[in-house]
């Protein structure tokens, strides 16, 4: 306390020190005073209620205490007089046992009493019934069928309670009672026929159904009580639980995979679209089924049995099956096709589980795919497999019935522009078109798939295609008298060539998205350099046609005849007019091509016939004669070819420049001047040779043997070089076995 005081003595020294700071505080010393007395005063106010307050609750809990302890006691006393009695009534209990197997007596008899008349009755009951089932009263026969099984559950039950280890007992009630199960077996084969036929049953008689669905509730809540009864007493009734709502949906399950399965009516054998019509029976059948389940079957039953969306889960797992059965088996390629396009496309469409009438209750982006990715994998791999097959057998096919036309004895067909065609591009992307327009129904990812397909085969194709024409022009050759039409269909080979380039980009144009144009064109450019190449032979086999005509007349050049007036080059003419009038049935791209081969290969053979040394001018005179015969059929062959390219827009006209060229060597006076003009004539044309210099020279005629030599040997120093868009002439002229020793002599 001591303590406390000092503390408290210190406490109130630096108070009033930090009251009385000023000399002017002074003045409020008395104010200070009373405003600290009031303070204390309620300070001890409070702490006088504190104290009172805890006080009350002790006595309150003193209080508490005690009556507890007085209850204990009585609690207590309570205890021993029960525990005193107890002892005491057991002798009575025990001599109470005879009562209580008097009361269960009781209970058994007046058990007995309350079902005695349904016992005597029985076998009316039963007969009642069984009329009842047969007639269609299934709501009264259950109702009579509960009598019999509620007088024999409760019998059995009262039975089990007294001795439930008594089996005679048991089993004469059950024996008694026997017709019972018989009955209950009879009214469930009513009822499942009934929901095998619902989707029927629900348009004609919407009652019968609501019936079977009220009948089945009945077992379910009777199962529900036994199943209560057994947790507590451990008995239960014979054929219980019926667990009939389990085996209805069971039924429906049955019912919708038969219904599936019972479509297919036709097999392959007796008809090539047996799938085609399987399939769509399925689909008309599906559709209508659950329009109606959706419609009229779910008002038929409780909503929390959800009918419809069992009904659409059963449809979609039954489809599911059968699909993968289907699957399985050896189908065509055709076949493939159709059932893809239904599972991948149909089933999903307007068409069915789409429909606006199954909305919203079906979505089909919450449905299930009907076959498995691996499965629908392996189909596509088989699909490409045969179709790859069939695709090399159809172009074989197509290409032997294209050569049969190629030996007839009549002309090709034209087109609307009048270029002779065979039917074959026309079949082959007819072919392809319909492939695609198939694969296109599936997925996107086939179409693009069976487009490089029909590319990659297409390319093959197109070597056989050039191998055959290349035997075609060989058997030609070899009698030239057969095949009778070999010229016009040679064209329609060559317009054959370009149909097939066209018609490569329409496909692609019309198949091929643009981000996968890319990976596929690479096929193009090999494909066009077939093409080309089989037009540039099938071109060279007709001119080689033109000019085995031509080699009698090309032979009278530069002999003698002709310097006397040979009419060689007329005739030359006239044939190359004559079968150009033939070949305009050829597409332009490549008659604009063949017009200038045949210019530069008639220029070539003129320039041959030079080369061949088959004249020597023995004077001025001849060299000036046959210059100028030169010259001037020279310009003949010049307005020839204008004339066939005309239309195209571009001059030809290079390639007779050559002859008049070589005119000018054989026209020269001055043999002085003639190293000059060789040399510009070498200039011009870089491809010609020592040889070709040195025949031309033998067939002036007048050219020193120094003069040969001096001109070869200073031409052979500095040979010309050639410009990148020379076209060479004179490269594939071969001069005739002697050397250039024997030329100079």
């Known amino acids: 306390m001591k303590e406390t005081d000092r503390e408290a003595v210190a406490t109130a020294v630096q108070r009033v020190a930090g009251m009385l700071q000023r000399p002017d505080q002074l003045d409020k010393v008395e104010q200070y005073r009373r405003r600290e007395a009031r303070k204390k005063a309620s300070v001890e106010a409070r702490l006088k209620a504190a104290i009172q307050s805890q006080l009350d609750g002790v006595r309150t809990g003193l209080s508490q205490l005690h009556n507890a302890l007085n209850d204990v006691k009585d609690i207590q006393q309570s205890l021993a007089d029960v525990s005193k009695d107890w002892r005491q009534s057991i002798n009575t209990i025990e001599s109470l ?15 007995a009493v309350e079902n ?3 016992i ?58 026997g017709s019972t199960q018989g009955l209950s077996d009879e009214l469930a084969k009513q009822l499942w026929m009934v929901l095998q036929r619902s989707l029927v049953t629900v348009r004609r ?5 609501v019936s079977v669905v009220r009948i089945i509730e009945r077992e379910e809540k009777i199962d529900r009580r036994i199943l209560d009864r057994k947790k507590q007493t451990g008995f239960v009734p014979p054929g219980r639980p019926k667990n009939w709502k389990e085996k209805m949906f069971t039924i429906l399950d049955r019912t919708v995979t038969t219904r599936i399965e019972g479509t297919q009516a036709d097999t392959r054998e007796s008809d ?4 085609v019509r399987h399939l769509e029976i399925i689909r008309k059948y599906v559709l209508d089924d659950l329009i109606v389940a959706k419609n009229l079957l779910a008002q038929c039953f409780p909503p929390h049995y959800e009918i419809f969306r069992s009904l659409l889960r059963t449809y979609h797992q039954a489809l599911s099956a059968r699909m993968q059965d289907l699957a399985a088996e050896d189908l065509e390629a055709n076949e493939i096709v159709s059932l893809l396009t239904w599972v991948l496309n149909t089933y999903t469409s307007v068409e069915m589980m789409g429909n606006a009438e199954l909305a919203p209750e079906v979505d089909v982006a919450l449905l299930e795919p009907l076959l498995s990715a691996d499965v629908v994998s392996a189909l596509l791999d088989t699909y490409m497999s045969t179709l790859t097959s069939n695709i090399i057998a159809w172009l074989r096919k197509a290409l032997e019935t294209d050569k049969k036309d190629w030996m007839k004895e009549t002309e090709p067909e034209a087109d609307q522009d009048g270029y002779y065609q065979t039917t074959l591009p026309a079949i082959v992307f007819q072919m392809f078109e319909q492939n695609l327009q198939v694969a296109a129904q599936i997925s996107e990812d086939l179409k693009t798939k069976v487009l490089v397909l029909c590319l990659q085969q297409m390319n093959s194709f197109l070597s056989r295609y050039k191998e055959e024409a290349q035997l075609y022009r060989d058997e030609h050759l070899r009698d030239r008298q057969h095949p009778h039409c070999y010229v016009q269909y040679m064209v329609a080979v060559v317009n054959n060539c370009q149909t ?5 980009v329409s496909l692609k144009r019309k198949y091929l998205k643009h981000e996968a144009e890319e990976g596929v064109s690479l096929s193009q450019p090999s494909m066009d350099g077939v093409l080309d190449a089989i037009a540039k032979e099938g071109c060279g086999s007709l001119l080689e046609e033109v000019f085995l005509d031509l080699e009698q007349h090309l032979n009278e050049l530069m002999t003698k005849k002709w310097l006397l007036g040979s009419n060689a080059v007329d005739i030359i003419c006239v044939t190359v007019e004559d079968y ?20 530069r290969r008639a220029v070539q053979e003129y320039l041959r016939a030079v080369m061949q040394k088959r004249i020597s001018f023995r004077s001025a005179e001849e060299r000036k004669d046959g210059a100028e015969r030169m010259v001037r059929e020279a310009e003949q062959l010049r307005f020839l070819f204008r004339k066939l390219a005309s239309g195209f827009g571009e001059e030809m006209d290079s390639y007779c420049d050559t002859i008049i060229a070589v005119a000018e060597v054989i026209k020269l006076t001055d043999p002085s001047l003639l190293y000059l003009e060789v040399s510009t004539l070498v200039s011009k044309y870089p491809d010609i040779r020592d040889d070709h210099i040195g025949a031309l020279l033998a067939m002036r005629g007048d050219a020193s043997r120094d003069m040969k030599q001096t001109i070869i040997e200073t031409l052979e120093q500095g040979p010309a070089q050639a410009s990148p868009d020379y076209v060479p002439i004179f490269k ?3 001069v005739p076995s002697l050397n250039v020793a024997k030329l100079l002599k």
């Open 116 to 118: 005695l008349k349904n």
């Open 732 to 734: 594939d002229i071969v």
């Open 500 to 504: 097939f380039k066209e018609s490569i």
């Open 97 to 111: 046992k005879d009562v209580k197997d008097a009361v269960v007596r009781h209970s058994q008899l007046a058990a």
């Open 120 to 177: 005597f009755s029985v076998p009316e009951i039963v007969r009642e019934t069984q009329d009842l089932i047969e007639h269609g009263e299934l709501l009264q026969a259950h109702r009579k069928l509960m009598d019999l099984e509620c007088s024999r559950d409760g019998l059995m039950y009262e039975q089990y309670r007294m001795d439930s280890g008594n089996t005679r007992d048991m089993t004469l009630i059950h024996s008694y009672f």
């Open 580 to 599: 150009f009038n033939d070949f305009a049935k050829i597409k332009k791209p490549y008659r604009k091509r063949m017009i200038a081969e045949a210019h």
């Open 272 to 275: 090539r679209m047996w799938l």
């Open 205 to 209: 008689d919407p009652t019968l159904l």
